[in-house]
């Protein structure tokens, strides 16, 4: 195992998620030990490669194995240092299916064969079936397979009253011991840690399974898509890391929600909502990562060309709902999917920033963060870069919808009703300016025609205008102004 500073910062890597994944390799490597396990081990500025493969080389030609067993990368890049420090050592490399998931990479690849279209609602039905997760016979548990309808609610004017706090894990030694390290080594990482509480271990995980699932999954479906002024975790479940990290398999965290509602703990909609996140939305995209390689890192389906404007750096800006998901970004390394695809995913899409730029920003910031579940995520759903191959239509809306899901608008500078003048929403603005500018493409498309109508009764004067004003927030953007 190696610590090497590359790692952190390929991309620049969020200081809390480069503390996570140093304090889960060395608890992980601590626990190898314990049973009695040789494991070698490099710990960051204690030895002088700076790479994985420069660190996987030099050991391969001291300790000349007979060849390396590795689990399925979670990422091409990382696969390719593998097989360059592989073949310059003479070391046969054997690759392994990862069975940290519901679903192979084998029986993804057979379900997608074939198929025009690879949507994931048809996936996860096919999943429920096979693995026989809230099913009642051949029926879906309820009747019906999706109970999206009831999982789309939002706080109202009053608010979410009062939350439950999340189970908390505070820096042990050994991750107060990381966090030293990565002061000392990596001092120029972005974000902060002060506030890190992450599992960092399996037992660690289980508790915050069994915390979620009696204290927030009963509202995890009404209010998964809500948000609110300083309020990170609302009703989610804070375990993507974990199952990312391997610290959780995604079947114990699917099945301690099922008996949740077979035990009558829980709605039978909030624990769908749930299981469909797990075992529809996760397996998917980590099967659309890996059948499409290379080309998620090409596909550009709208021309994008933007950089990604400072604000995503510092949350320096009067855009309420941009200084909220931004700022709690920064300090937690943590922003709930909402944010993610309707906040700062969506504020990228309108303005037109490079697929490049947008994704390298995901990718090091977010504790969560590996690139078979972020690519498919910020190209496919967030930015509908590739196209449509996962999205049926471009996640587009105006600030309205922003107003309707948070309480961001009732304390912004701006108007998510108004898309011109000195109080216009940028997102309205923007959004009008997208539709516009990607007329041909959709107006046309049974999926999208009935969004685009909107366009054609506007007056063209009132567009015009609203389209100036969009290149004009495009510039500023562009030099680096406040807005
Ligand atoms: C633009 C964008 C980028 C994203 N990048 C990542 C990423 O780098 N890593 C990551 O793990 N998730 C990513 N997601 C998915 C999702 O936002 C996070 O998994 C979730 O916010 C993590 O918080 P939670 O554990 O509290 O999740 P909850 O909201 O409580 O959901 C429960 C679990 O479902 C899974 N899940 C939910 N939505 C998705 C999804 N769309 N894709 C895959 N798994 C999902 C996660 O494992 C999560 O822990 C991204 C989503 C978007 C829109
Ligand atoms: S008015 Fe616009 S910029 Fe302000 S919080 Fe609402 S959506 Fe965001």
Redesign the pocket.
């Known amino acids: 195992m190696a610590e090497v500073a590359a790692e952190s910062q390929h991309v620049p890597s969020h200081t809390a998620r480069t503390t996570l994944f140093l304090a889960a390799m060395r608890h992980f490597a601590r626990a190898r030990r314990e049973q009695g396990l040789t494991v070698h081990y490099r710990r960051l500025g204690q030895h002088a490669e700076t790479t994985l493969d420069a660190a996987l080389e030099a050991d391969l030609k001291r300790l000349q194995p007979r060849q390396l067993c590795v689990l399925q990368p979670g990422e091409h890049r990382v696969q390719g240092l593998l097989e360059t420090a592989c073949r310059a050592g003479g070391t046969p490399l054997e690759i392994h299916e990862d069975p940290h998931f519901l679903v192979p990479l084998a029986a993804f690849s057979e379900w997608a064969r074939g198929r025009k279209q690879l949507r994931m609602e048809y996936f996860y039905r096919e999943q429920r079936a096979r693995l026989d997760i809230l099913m009642n016979g051949d029926e879906p548990a309820g009747g019906q397979w999706n109970f999206d309808a009831d999982n789309r609610g939002h706080f109202g004017g009053q608010g979410p009253g009062l939350l439950p706090e999340p189970l908390s894990f505070p820096p042990d030694a050994i991750t107060r011991e990381c966090q030293q390290d990565i002061q000392r080594h990596l001092p120029d990482l972005p974000g902060q840690d002060e506030a890190f509480d992450w599992p960092v271990t399996p037992q660690q995980a289980r508790a915050a399974l069994d915390d979620f699932i009696a204290h927030r999954l009963p509202h995890f479906g009404t209010y998964q898509d809500a948000m609110w002024t300083d309020q990170p975790w609302l009703y989610h479940a804070r375990l993507s890391a974990a199952l990312n990290l391997h610290l959780i398999h995604p079947r114990e965290v699917v099945t301690a929600a099922e008996q949740a509602w077979r035990d009558g703990d829980a709605p039978l909609a909030a624990t769908e909502g749930f299981i469909r996140q797990i075992l529809g939305w996760r397996e998917y995209v980590r099967g659309l990562y890996f059948h499409f390689g290379g080309e998620w890192h090409e596909w550009n389906a709208l021309g994008a060309r933007e950089p990604l404007p400072s604000l995503y750096w510092d949350a320096d800006t009067s855009?309420?709902?941009?200084h909220q998901a931004v700022g709690q970004t920064l300090r937690l390394g943590y922003a709930h999917h909402i944010q993610r695809l309707m906040v700062t995913g969506l504020f990228a899409q309108l303005l037109g920033v490079r697929p490049a730029a947008i994704h390298a920003w995901y990718l090091g910031i977010y504790v969560d963060a590996v690139e078979w579940v972020e690519l498919p995520n910020v190209i496919g759903m967030s930015q509908y870069a590739d196209g449509g191959r996962m999205a049926s239509k471009p996640y587009v809306a105006s600030?309205r919808y922003?107003?309707r899901m948070s309480n961001?608008?009732q304390h912004?500078?701006?108007?998510?009703g108004t898309a011109v003048g000195k109080k216009a929403?940028?997102?309205?603005t923007l959004y009008w300016d997208f539709l516009a500018r990607h007329r041909d493409r959709f107006a046309r498309h049974p999926r999208t025609a009935l969004q685009w109508k909107h366009l054609e009764k506007m007056d063209p004067e009132r567009l015009q205008a609203i389209r100036e004003r969009a290149g004009e927030l495009r510039k500023s953007l562009a030099k680096g102004d406040r807005i």
Not at 319 to 322: N, R
Not at 425 to 428: A, D, K, Q, R, S
């Open positions: 855009m309420q709902c941009l600030g922003i107003q961001y608008c912004c500078a701006f108007d998510p929403c940028p997102f309205t």
